[in-house]
């Protein structure tokens, strides 16, 4: 199943106000099926995964990851980066 472009877009801009730093990353777009309590048993989560190596002061770099879920309707459930 392929996820909407929109949704791409929406999870670019979230990531580029929370992490500036991470503007220009790509995402990897993968699927889970999530539990709910909507009548049909299970919901599907789009995971999308940015990862870029951003500068550090004193002229290293670091990789960063930040990741995006969002539900079936594109609404951003969770954004989680790591160090």
Same mark, same amino acid.
């Given at each position: 199943?392929?996820?909407?472009?929109?949704?791409?877009?929406?999870?670019?801009?979230?990531?580029?106000?929370?992490? /500036?730093?991470?503007?220009?990353?790509? /995402?990897?777009?993968?699927?889970?099926?999530?539990?709910?309590?909507? /009548?049909?048993?299970?919901?599907?989560?789009?995971?999308?995964?940015?990862?870029?190596?951003?500068?550090?002061?004193?002229?290293?770099? $670091?990789?960063?990851?930040?990741?995006?879920? $969002?539900?079936?309707?594109?609404?951003?459930?969770?954004?989680?980066?790591?160090?």
């Amino acid at each position: 199943r392929r996820v909407d472009a929109k949704y791409v877009a929406r999870a670019k801009r979230a990531v580029r106000r929370e992490f /500036p730093e991470m503007a220009g990353a790509e /995402p990897t777009v993968s699927t889970r099926k999530g539990h709910s309590k909507s /009548p049909s048993g299970a919901d599907t989560r789009y995971i999308m995964t940015f990862k870029k190596r951003v500068p550090l002061p004193g002229g290293k770099s $670091m990789a960063r990851t930040v990741r995006v879920t $969002m539900d079936q309707a594109g609404k951003i459930v969770k954004l989680t980066s790591s160090k």
